[in-house]
């Protein structure tokens, strides 16, 4: 069975790139083996509508690693295994935009699943919002949390592992450059 990394990020402003949160939970043999989370100091100011969403704020993150300072911790665990994350064009693209907007190189590409599409096509008629699945399978949820977004994605997708779903029906390949 493969190794999933399900992330979640969030984000201080309308831009999307730069993050102020990030979850990270390791899924293998279906099941939770690891998790990681860290406020990021985004550098940047915070939105009213961002801080209302998720919480967080300049005062916040203040002592928080940025990105750059973060990422040699968190990159052996990204390049792990396959990228999970609930509407994975969203932490996909601020990740990328992370990687762009500190210099840092990557992987060109990297294997990712949305349990967002996943979810459409093995349940539908349900709702794919993450508190509403989240409702819908009895998984406990701190909304806009990174650490509580990211452990839901991995749960969700253990649901799905177990009801059968073959996750690399699902692959996409996301640029990273």
């Not at 919480?55 to 990422?71: C, K, M, R, Y």
């Not at 699943?113 to 949820?141: F, K, Q």
């Amino acid at each position: 069975m493969a190794r999933y990394i399900a992330f979640d990020v969030e984000t201080p402003n309308r831009y999307n790139n730069r993050m102020s949160a990030i979850g990270i939970a390791v899924v293998e043999d279906g099941r939770i083996r690891d998790s990681f989370f860290s406020l990021v100091d985004p550098e940047q100011p915070f939105d009213w509508f961002n801080t209302q969403l998720t919480g967080i704020d300049s005062e916040a993150v203040l002592g928080a690693p940025t990105f750059d300072a973060l990422w040699p911790r968190i990159e052996p665990l990204m390049s792990s295994g396959v990228l999970v994350a609930h509407n994975a064009a969203f932490d996909m693209s601020v990740l990328k935009k992370c990687l762009r907007g500190y210099g840092i190189p990557w992987q060109p590409q990297v294997k990712g699943l949305c349990t967002v599409r996943m979810g459409r096509r093995l349940l539908p008629g349900v709702s794919h919002r993450l508190n509403d699945l989240c409702a819908y399978y009895g998984i406990e949820l701190d909304h806009h949390r990174a650490d509580s977004d990211s452990l839901a994605c991995a749960r969700i997708l253990i649901r799905y592992m177990e009801s059968g779903a073959d996750p690399a029906r699902y692959l996409r390949t996301y640029a990273m450059e």
